[in-house]
């Protein structure tokens, strides 16, 4: 990208972004020629200007150092926006390729199968399958690939304190043995009610000391305690018919499958764990024994068990989006608003603006909603709208009536604030990044000087945001990782009005008991 000077229409005073130099008015997006037909892109003009019709002072009224300043023409080509443009659409098409598209609606759909479940009994199994109306993967899917989702991001304090007390749960339970067809099943002696079934407490079924050949687990203080310390040496097919208790001479019939958004943990059959869309362990009998986070969160996996670190999670998702819509609404704001402004401030400073935003968006969203998947480049795109706020801000003096120029643009921020009041729109992405696009904006942006003063006083405004964009950054992070479970709350109605008892019921997720069968 480039800026050029070079003569035009206010040279000859025949007319120009401006106004003539006689005194007429000029509205945004006339240059030489209509924006459509020169590629140049000068200060407050673009489509956004067009659409609003805005109006600016002549070159006349104006002094000659900043006439001077104004003739310089931005003719910077859009290589940020063409690529952050291909990336989205082929995510989405690797999305789709992927992962099945969810059923399209706006609330849960219940569905349902008579399955042979793992008591050998034939019975009708449901759950409720995520809807999605962007047509697109479902929530589950999207955590898989990269959503933006707090226990994937940290060692989340909430989510392992949840853990840790289904473990005491499950180390509650027994081997429930159903003599007549020699299978069983690990649960609660509650749930133990057939006639033909023996429950045997303070078992493990297919576990126990005198079953385990492998030499590493030979020490019996290995096998005192919890079920959830107990070494994971199931007895070998081989070695079952020879078992005298009957906790090893069963079959197993169900086994630890972690399904939905959460990781719960259900023992149950794999016929009904990959009806449930599940990721099923074949090899355990515990959930104590598995590692459902991991499973959830997929990807690159963590670089230690157990202790989520994916942190590139905070910049993911803003190129990443939950539907064929989305990806719609998504590229029409970066073909034109995101490409006008890319003409203007060219790519570096565009792509650190959108970068900046998605990120801030990202984290601030994470904070406040941590257990509600995200995806999408809303945040950034905030960011280039607050951008477009400081173009006003800087240049103040070239419109004929900054006021109500301003009051445009912030009518307009507020009537999408409004529409973020949705429950399938996530506001604090969109505050986040409205927030960091309009601090790193008046760092990298151009702008016009109008003297000496001006433009010191300008420079220190740059070094003040430059130096808040930073410690919220930091500030972000830390509480994020270092402050977990600060609570906002009243924040949720910034994000969700909740007209009726349930129509907020899909903008937040707290975390729900992830053991049972």
């Known amino acids: 990208g480039r800026a050029v000077s070079k003569k035009n229409n206010f040279d000859t005073g025949t007319g120009g972004f401006f106004g003539t130099e006689e005194g007429g008015q000029g509205s945004g997006g006339k240059v030489e020629t209509d924006v459509g037909d020169d590629p140049a892109r000068n200060l407050g003009e673009g ?120 473990t005491a749960t499950e180390d509650k339970t027994g081997c429930c043995v159903r003599n007549d067809l020699n299978v069983c099943w690990q649960t609660k002696s509650t749930d133990c009610t057939s006639t033909f079934a023996s429950f045997y407490d303070n078992k493990v079924c297919g576990l126990d000391e005198t079953g385990c050949t492998n030499t590493a687990y030979s020490n019996k203080t290995l096998w005192e305690g919890a079920y959830s310390t107990w070494p994971n040496c199931p007895i070998s097919e081989e070695n079952r018919g020879n078992a005298t208790l009957a906790t090893l001479k069963c079959e197993v019939s169900a086994r630890p499958c972690c399904i939905g958004l959460q990781g719960e943990c259900l023992i149950i059959s794999q016929e009904e764990c990959e009806f449930r869309q599940g990721f099923f362990h074949e090899e355990n009998t515990l959930c104590s024994q598995v590692s459902c986070v991991t499973e959830i969160c997929g990807l690159s996996g963590f670089l230690f068990d157990d202790i989520p670190d994916q942190f590139y999670r905070a910049l993911l998702p803003t190129f990443m989006h939950a539907g064929v819509i989305h990806l719609l609404i998504t590229l029409v704001f970066q073909a034109t608003i995101l490409r006008d ?45 607050a951008s477009l706020v400081v173009e006003v801000v800087v240049n103040w003096k070239i419109y004929q009536n900054p006021c109500i120029e301003l009051t445009k643009l912030v009518l307009l921020l507020a009537i999408l604030f409004l529409v973020g009041l949705l429950p399938w729109i996530d506001n604090f ?66 994000n969700c009005i909740p007209f009726t008892e349930s129509f907020c019921q899909d903008a937040t997720m707290d975390l729900r008991p992830r053991v049972g069968n």
């Open 341 to 385: 402004q890319e003409k203007f401030a060219g790519w570096w400073r565009i792509g650190f603006i959108y970068m900046s935003s998605g990120v801030g968006g990202t984290m601030l969203s994470a904070i406040l909603i941590p257990y509600m998947p995200e995806v999408g480049a809303s945040g950034a795109l905030y960011g280039i709208l």
């Open 429 to 494: 992405a969109h505050i986040g990044g409205f927030v960091f696009g309009f601090l790193t904006a008046f760092v990298v942006l151009p702008h016009i000087n109008y003297s000496d003063e001006d433009r010191i006083a300008k420079l220190v405004v740059q070094i003040v945001c430059g130096i808040l964009a930073v410690v919220l950054f930091a500030l972000l992070f830390i509480v994020f990782y270092l402050a977990q479970g600060s609570e906002c709350d009243n924040c949720s109605f910034l």
């Open 47 to 166: 489509f956004l200007a067009d659409l609003m019709d805005r109006q600016y002072k002549t070159l006349s009224k104006l002094p000659p150092e900043v006439r001077k300043q104004l003739r310089v023409k931005y003719d910077n080509r859009p290589y940020f926006t063409s690529w952050v443009m291909f990336v989205n659409i082929v995510i989405l098409i690797i999305t789709l390729a992927t992962q099945s598209i969810a059923p399209i609606g706006f609330t849960d759909k219940l569905i349902t199968r008579q399955l042979l479940r793992h008591n050998l009994a034939y019975e009708t199994v449901g759950y409720n399958q995520t809807t999605n109306f962007w047509i697109g993967p479902d929530f589950q899917a999207l955590i898989h690939l990269g959503a933006k989702y707090a226990p994937c991001m940290r060692k989340d304090e909430e989510w392992f304190e949840s853990v840790a007390r289904d």
